[in-house]
Nanobody, 123 residues
């Protein structure tokens, strides 16, 4: 019943930009914090950014500060990740997650996950 779908991944050169989108259905979108996570091959999945129900940003990863921006459009049930000044180390599968009330909740509270979208940054 709950469906979370990411889009917008692809190939970018170092220094370039990509914008990811995430559409969620089957839940009260504006009742939840929304998060972006990523996983590179051979590495643990890490949190990137989270946005609260009221639109406040939480940085999970210091490495993206000043380069990535999270936003949401509650009228469209859509979450965005604007990625600028991309680096090869940003290469990963990016996941959208929902279900937590607060960005400070444990990761297990994010009960609903998308299928992931591949982001590849070349040098």
């Amino acid at each position: 019943q709950v469906q979370v779908v990411e889009s917008g991944g692809g190939l970018a050169q170092a220094g370039g930009s990509l914008r990811l989108s995430c559409t969620a259905s089957g839940l009260r979108f504006d009742a939840y914090a929304m998060g972006w996570f990523r996983q590179a091959p051979g590495k643990e999945r890490e949190g990137v950014l989270c946005i609260s129900r009221s639109g406040l940003t939480t940085y999970y990863a210091d490495s993206v500060k000043g380069r990535f921006t999270i936003s949401r459009d509650n009228a469209k049930n859509t979450l965005y990740l604007q990625m600028n000044s991309l680096k090869p180390e940003d290469t990963a599968v990016y996941y959208c997650a929902a279900g937590a009330v607060s960005c400070s909740d444990s990761r297990s509270k994010f009960a609903y996950w998308g299928q992931g979208t591949q982001v590849t940054v070349s040098s």
